[in-house]
């Protein structure tokens, strides 16, 4: 194996493996390959303020035609798996939109994980709203704000680092390997905090009807 497909699931290995062959058709299949996942990080981080202002799709456009820029680079020295650089590029190019239409009224980072080149954390209002989902029912809403309003407390209650490893293995359903190599820590401590973020949850969505439906290690 060599050092370009190190770490990596063995579709994307093939796709780079014609790359760095000169092969440039493998370069739009890479892409599709990884779209889903990196199109699910952008929606759940964009700021809430820019929705129906910034597309995520934008974003991602913008991320390829830089990470194109950066391949060469990267097949010289894949420090990381590839997805995790393509994500690493995309949360940069995020935060930077975030910058342009924000400024000043990005919200304060003291709650955040600080991560180097990383994407906005997801706020507790996205990652609850996407547990939930919509009431089945217009008589069941008043039951959903409420369970809502106590999931964003259960969230923010949280160690920063636990509700971002939550966000990665659930949300983003990165790799434990992914989310240990994007927070910096060892794979035992992403599977200690991630089981703990979720039973955190269990006894406030155990309340709801379907509430626990996805919500598993």
């Excluded at 093939?14 to 000169?22: D, E, I």
């Amino acid at each position: 194996m060599g050092p370009v497909t190190a770490g990596n699931d063995p579709p994307t290995k093939a796709l780079l493996a014609r790359l760095a062959a000169g092969d440039p058709g493998g370069w739009p299949e890479l892409l599709r390959l990884h779209h889903a996942r990196l199109r699910r990080m952008v929606a759940l981080r964009l700021d809430a303020r820019l929705h129906g202002r910034v597309d995520p799709s934008d974003v991602l456009q913008d991320a390829y035609l830089h990470a194109a820029r950066a391949l060469p680079g990267y097949l010289r020295d894949p420090e990381v798996p590839f997805f995790v650089w393509l994500r690493r590029l995309a949360g940069h190019r995020l935060g930077r939109v975030h910058r342009h239409h924000l400024g000043a009224k990005i919200r304060a980072a003291s709650r955040e994980v600080s991560l180097d080149h990383g994407p906005p954390a997801a706020s507790s209002e996205a990652m609850a709203a996407r547990l939930l989902g919509r009431a089945p029912r217009p008589s069941e809403e008043a039951v959903r704000a409420e369970l809502c309003r106590r999931v964003q407390d259960a969230l923010n209650d949280m160690e920063p680092m636990d509700r971002e490893v939550l966000a990665l293995r659930h949300f983003e359903q990165l790799t434990r390997s992914e989310a240990a190599l994007v927070l910096d820590i060892s794979e035992a401590a992403i599977a200690k905090r991630y089981l703990r973020a979720l039973a955190r949850l269990r006894g406030i969505l155990g309340q709801y009807p379907g509430g626990l439906e996805g919500l598993r290690p």
